[in-house]
């Protein structure tokens, strides 16, 4: 019937006013009370509102990926990454460069003394998290990482890469326990 769609449209947009102080009801106190900060909007969340970016920001669900970051050991200081090269040529943009260091008598040892990527390239597909047998190269949250200069602004060394295993714990909760566990079941098999 000619304009029934058009009242279906008005009876959606007005559902989703009304969810908006519902789903803030339900919330109480509202998203909006207190000090402005990380806002917690799910995917069950209704309503229309707007969030003010930069002073307030989105929760991240955990498989939320930007730019690699490298593992360190909070403990020993060690880094996971053994210059492997695996991550580098599975890239698909090929925007990891490694530089594996070398002891005194020229023999190549197994860590890297460059590690380079080219943010401006990565294109976060997450490959190289994936391949990396060593657990040592995972996808960070941060995703404000806009510069004037794309170089050298945007390629990352090694120590603008790494974070401590502490900090990949507190954003992949999940995936941490599971590779942990993982990682000691091998542990323990390993040496019976
Ligand atoms: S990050 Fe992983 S895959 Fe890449 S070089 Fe290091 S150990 Fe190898
Ligand atoms: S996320 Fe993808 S594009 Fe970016 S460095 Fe890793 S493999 Fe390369």
Not at 19 to 30: E, F, L, Q
Not at 142 to 169: I, N, Q
């Amino acid at each position: 019937m000619f304009g029934l769609g058009v009242v279906k449209g008005f009876g959606v947009t007005l559902k989703r006013f009304a969810d908006t102080y519902i789903d803030d009801v339900k919330k109480i106190p509202s998203r909006y009370a207190g000090q402005r900060g990380v806002i917690d909007q799910g995917p069950e969340d209704t309503g229309i509102f707007t969030i003010q970016y930069p002073e307030e920001k989105r929760t991240l669900p955990e498989r939320f990926r930007y730019i690699p970051m490298l593992l360190r050991d909070d403990e020993t200081g060690e880094d996971r990454c053994t210059a492997c090269g695996i991550c580098a040529k599975v890239c698909p943009p090929q925007c990891i460069w490694i530089v594996r260091d070398k002891d005194e008598n020229g023999r190549p040892i197994t860590r890297p003394t460059e590690f380079y990527i080219d943010a401006s390239i990565c294109m976060s597909c997450g490959l190289c998290a994936e391949f990396c047998p060593f657990d040592a190269i995972k996808m960070n949250h941060e995703y404000e990482l806009a510069a004037f200069d794309r170089y050298p602004k945007l390629v990352y060394d090694k120590e603008e890469l790494t974070v401590l295993v502490s900090y990949y714990a507190k954003l992949y909760p999940t995936q941490y326990t599971e590779e942990e566990k993982a990682r000691a079941d091998k542990a323990e098999k390993k040496s019976k």
